[in-house]
């Protein structure tokens, strides 16, 4: 019997996690997939809504909105779990940089600018906040691979050229590799993990840059050491590298994960992928068992804490079905929910209040600790985090990743010290 059972593997179930081994336990991770950041772009969304501080407009948030996620791990929760965060990648050689005093603005494939928090070193020389009118140096140059599906490096030019920012994209030639293989994000990573193949692409680079001091590059340069292939490439283009976030699957999310995965297995963890969580079991009160689906029969988890990060639609902690029903897929927790699909939408498609399913989740106390209709407590040995939780609509706020980090960590230290 583990002591702590976290179920879900996406940032808000593995920052849990590691609180839980942080203060001495070690908790069994199971989860019926990887989580969805294998899918995002690799940044920490804290507030993309804010026009200028984010610790102001958290801190207003927390006041006048206490049902909010951020309200539950609060303001001091939301740092130290920012802090938490960013040591672990530092200790890994995948340093974190960004502010709560202002979101950066990073390209994407296409060539739009989206707000960001906190993002990795290998996307800093990318931030745009000097685009626009004040834009006054050359012209950034952008290149990708014809053989990486999903990266148009011209388009992505014009699209910021026509935003103000000057840009010009080119096609690299792919280096001659031993084998045919299938060219998506992950391929790519491992060969720019090969420093032969990043001394071809880094003459390439020279040869293209032209007056160009910015380069960005899809978010493939390798898995094992980014951070070294970036300044490697710098090194042979005599420009600043930057990655730009690809469609999924994701370089950065990738990283991300084993970073994770290698200090909770560190400290005495342990993480079963591929465990879908089919129900729990409770007596008095509290939750004693959860069983994951296997090969031929159940399997029984038993443990005397739980912490449910099972993300919401997206990640597979809720289901939707055409009569209007939600549900919770691993325990059946009561969901906080619009009563039929006829009120999961407003009227406008773009309406500028989002849409009310998009708040829909696992209302909690401040504990978070899962509430009935009642408001009544399910089970006292269960903290809910992430995605999984009401309250919050993370499409409009732009919040998702921040609020996964800030609760994941704080039902860590809820279950670890509180429960
Ligand atoms: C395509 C896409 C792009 C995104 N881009 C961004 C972005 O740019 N910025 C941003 O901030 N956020 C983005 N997000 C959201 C973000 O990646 C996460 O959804 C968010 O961080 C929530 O994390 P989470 O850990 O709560 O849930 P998730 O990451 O969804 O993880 C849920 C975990 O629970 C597991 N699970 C679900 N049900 C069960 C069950 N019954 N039994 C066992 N395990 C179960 C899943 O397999 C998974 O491991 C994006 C999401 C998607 C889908």
């Not at 590298?241 to 999310?253: K, N, Y």
Request: hydrophobic share 45%; charged share 15%.
């Amino acid at each position: 019997m583990r002591d702590t059972i976290v179920i879900g593997a996406g940032l808000s179930g593995l920052m849990g996690a590691l609180a839980l081994a942080d203060a001495g336990r070690r908790p069994l991770v199971l989860a019926k997939g990887q989580g969805a950041m294998q899918w995002a772009a690799g940044t920490i969304d804290v507030w993309g809504a804010a026009n200028g501080s984010l610790r102001a407009a958290l801190g207003e948030l927390i006041t006048t909105d206490p049902g909010h996620p951020y309200a539950r791990a609060g303001a001091a929760g939301v740092e130290a779990a920012i802090d938490r965060f960013r040591a672990l990648m530092e200790s890994a050689r995948y340093p974190y940089v960004g502010s709560l005093e202002r979101n950066v603005l990073l390209p994407t494939a296409l060539g739009a600018l989206r707000p960001a928090a906190f993002f990795p070193a290998t996307m800093a020389a990318g931030d745009m906040r000097l685009g626009g009118a004040a834009h006054a140096g050359p012209p950034l140059l952008l290149a990708g691979f014809h053989e990486l599906r999903d990266f148009f490096p011209p388009m992505a030019a014009e699209n910021l050229t026509g935003q103000g920012i000057p840009a010009r994209g080119v096609y690299l030639t792919l280096p001659p590799i031993a084998r045919r293989l299938d060219f998506n994000t992950r391929v790519f990573a491992q060969l720019f993990d090969d420093p032969a193949f990043r001394e071809d692409v880094g003459r390439q680079l020279r040869a293209a840059r032209g007056d160009a001091t910015r380069i960005g590059l899809p978010a493939v340069l390798g898995l094992r050491d980014p951070l070294g292939a970036v300044a490697h490439l710098q090194a042979l283009s005599g420009a600043q590298i930057f990655e730009i976030p690809t469609l999924p699957p994701s370089v950065p999310g990738m990283r991300l994960f084993t970073i994770f995965r290698e200090a909770i297995v560190k400290a005495g963890g342990r993480l079963q992928i591929g465990a879908e969580v089919l129900r729990g079991e409770g007596a008095d009160g509290a939750l004693t068992a959860v069983y994951s689906a296997a090969a031929a029969r159940e399997q029984t988890h038993r443990a005397n804490l739980f912490l449910l990060a099972t993300g919401g639609v997206a990640g597979g902690g809720v289901r939707t079905d055409h009569t209007g029903s939600t549900w919770e897929t691993a325990l059946g927790l009561p969901l906080q929910a619009p009563g039929g699909r006829g009120e999961w939408f407003a009227p406008r498609f773009l309406n500028e209040a989002g849409h009310p399913i998009y708040r829909a989740g696992i209302a909690t106390n401040p504990q978070l600790q899962p509430l009935d209709a009642a408001g009544a407590v399910v089970y006292r040995n269960v903290a809910v985090s992430g995605a999984a939780l009401a309250g919050s609509d993370p499409i409009r706020e732009r919040c998702y990743s921040g609020m996964a980090l800030a609760t994941g960590w704080r039902a860590g230290q809820i279950l670890s010290s509180e429960l």
